[in-house]
């Protein structure tokens, strides 16, 4: 039974009687519909009996967590509240679900048991678009839920279920969302058929205490990777607040130590500003990875957060995140050197030898990057969902081992076997090819199943540096490319940009170091290394202009130049952090840089 809608500021989402078993009504009235921005309510019966709710934008209850208002839920005492009162948002349809970092709500319970309106993510398993689970949050399975108040959930911290029971994730035993992901590192949100779904909240239905129920919800903010949005619910329908902190929202000034600087053993101060006009909710600080406990500073809109560590010599590297009161997060992440050597530097000591580890590292983290961003091809035959691609990718197939290992150094003197297992988790394989510094090879294959596959070749190869290339194809027409490399060596000590007396190889490190200058010029800016455009390699770009200098990595006799090689390793990696997930390298936002964290 349907009720007009009222159309004045009081804006509602109207009650519906649901008797029929599966019926799904829209309950969205036309005079809300510019304030909903996507949102749509939606009234599902959990049984044959039904029963009866009712949704609708209001003041209050108490006092909300922003602005004067709320989007609150009744559900009636008829059949014990077996209804399922749901607004559900598509418009976050594939996003990988390894990168939603974020889903923070406010709830308040006015009357019933104590239970509070629920968070659910619809996801695809397959890649084919196309919702095959859903995924549920429920406050009362996470912590107390006290009446007449409001209360902050984290949800992507907590525990969920799975409506399959799939994941290790049960009604009875929720889990982790890392337990989901353990399973399907490649789930994406999605949209069920019907249309109703994506990211949802709810009341009803699970568990008991629903009849005659009644509670409100507001303040829930959705952040990913690809971007953030905070959702305010007001007595005029949605506040829709969008863009990370790349576009507006926190930055940070004051980092210290200073990016790469270099800072003698003993009590070093880490410490960073961060601002925002909005009013800062939280500002937060790693370093190596491991969150710290600061002392924290200023006011509502400034915040100065500090910690003193004894520090002895080595690398670290430091993260800072502050969140806006809008939900909005920007993050800053810089290097710096502990040495007694004022002049020892991240990549070179201070007489010039350069530090292997370090470059190794870099360069190799950098090439493996570069592929995955622009072609889509995967360094360890795993789907990546939380590094943007340009390439399309198949989150369904994987390589499980692949020989040789992955800049491994063989002796000449032993066959090489080259191979890959390849597993598909949907459609059969219908083919796998190998590549040896891109020539194709005649390969044996080994099936389990027709998902399964175990492909291989042995050569013996004389000495010198090979890149194996694999590629995957299922019958559905789906492809995941790896692609690795190694050295055949008499000396185990050898590496693709190192002698064995640690001595860097100028052509090799030349040639990496080109083809990531020349290639991220282009695909940033549309300078061209030849001056020609090249439509076979990805460019954010609008026009094409001529090639730039190179910097000087070594001289005539193949010596290297530290400071130029230094340059270039920080403004790389300064740069891939930016374009990949908008993370500064100086505390401030770089609008002339493109980034996917748009």
Not at 109 to 122: E, K, M, Q, S, Y
Not at 569 to 588: A, K, P, Y
Request: with cysteine; glycine share 10%.
């Amino acid at each position: 039974m349907w009720q007009p809608a009222h159309l004045v500021a009081r804006v509602r989402l109207l009650a519906v009687a649901a008797l029929l078993l599966g019926a799904v009504l829209s309950v969205l009235p036309v005079a809300a519909q510019e304030s909903m921005d996507g949102w749509s309510g939606y009234v599902e019966a959990c049984g044959t009996d039904g029963g009866f709710a009712q949704q609708e934008f209001a003041p209050g209850p108490g006092t909300p967590p922003y602005g004067t208002g709320s989007l609150q839920f009744s559900v009636a005492v008829v059949n014990e509240g077996r209804i399922w009162s749901q607004l559900v948002q598509p418009t976050v349809a594939r996003t990988a679900l390894a990168v939603v970092r974020e889903i923070r709500y406010w709830t308040f319970v006015t009357r019933g048991g104590a239970v509070a309106p629920h968070v659910f993510l619809d996801v695809d398993l397959n890649d084919d678009g196309v919702a095959d689970d859903r995924l549920i949050y429920q406050p009362e399975l996470n912590g107390t839920v006290t009446p007449l108040t409001w209360q902050e959930w984290e949800a992507i911290g907590g525990r969920w279920w799975s409506q399959r029971g799939l994941g290790g994730l049960l009604p009875s035993a929720p889990g982790p969302l890392a337990s989901y992901l353990q399973a399907f590192p490649g789930a994406r949100l999605a949209v069920p058929e019907s249309g109703q779904g994506g990211l949802g909240v709810g009341v009803g239905c699970l568990g008991s205490g629903w009849g005659g129920w009644q509670g409100a919800i507001d303040a829930l903010l959705f952040r990913s990777d690809p971007f953030t949005v905070f959702w305010n619910f007001e007595s005029t329908g949605v506040v829709t607040t969008r863009g990370g902190g790349v576009t507006a929202g926190p930055t940070f000034r004051e980092l210290t130590p200073h990016p790469w600087a270099t800072v003698a053993p003993g009590t070093v101060r880490i410490a960073v500003t961060a601002t925002s006009d909005d009013g800062l909710r939280s500002v937060r600080l790693w370093l190596n990875n491991n969150e710290l406990s600061p002392t924290v500073t200023g006011d509502d809109r400034t915040k100065t957060v500090s910690v003193q560590r004894t520090l002895q010599p080595g690398f670290f590297t430091v993260r800072a995140t502050a969140t806006d009161i809008h939900g909005r997060s920007f993050t800053a992440q810089w290097q710096f050197v502990v040495s007694a050597n004022a002049r020892d530097g991240w990549w070179f000591t201070a007489d010039g030898t350069p530090r292997r580890v370090q470059i190794e590292q870099s360069l190799r983290t950098l090439s493996e990057a570069f592929r995955w961003h622009f072609f889509g091809i995967s360094w360890d035959g795993a789907y990546h969902p939380e590094m943007p691609t340009h390439g399309t990718v198949s989150s369904t197939i994987r390589f499980v081992t692949r020989s040789p290992m992955h800049f491994m150094t063989l002796p000449p003197t032993d066959p090489v076997m080259i191979a890959v297992e390849v597993l598909s988790t949907d459609q059969p394989l219908a083919s796998v090819e190998l590549r040896l510094n891109g020539q194709l090879l005649n390969v044996e294959i080994s099936q389990d199943d027709a998902r399964s596959w175990l492909v291989f070749t042995v050569r013996q190869l004389e000495p010198g540096l090979y890149g194996v290339t694999a590629t995957a194809r299922d019958t559905a027409g789906r492809t995941l490319t790896t692609s690795w490399g190694f050295v055949v060596s008499s000396n185990p000590n050898e590496s693709p940009w190192f002698t064995p007396d640690g001595r860097l190889k100028a052509d090799t490190v030349s040639r990496t170091l080109r083809t990531l200058v020349e290639g991220f010029r282009w695909h940033l800016y549309g300078v061209s290394w030849d001056g020609q455009p090249h439509p076979e390699f990805p460019t954010h770009a609008t026009s094409v202009s001529g090639p730039q200098p190179l910097r000087q990595w070594f001289d005539s006799q193949g010596r290297p130049n530290p400071e130029a090689i230094t340059q270039e390793l920080r403004s790389l990696e300064e740069v891939f952090r930016w374009h990949f997930w908008g993370i500064s390298w100086d505390g401030g936002r770089h609008p002339d840089v493109p980034t996917h964290a748009n």
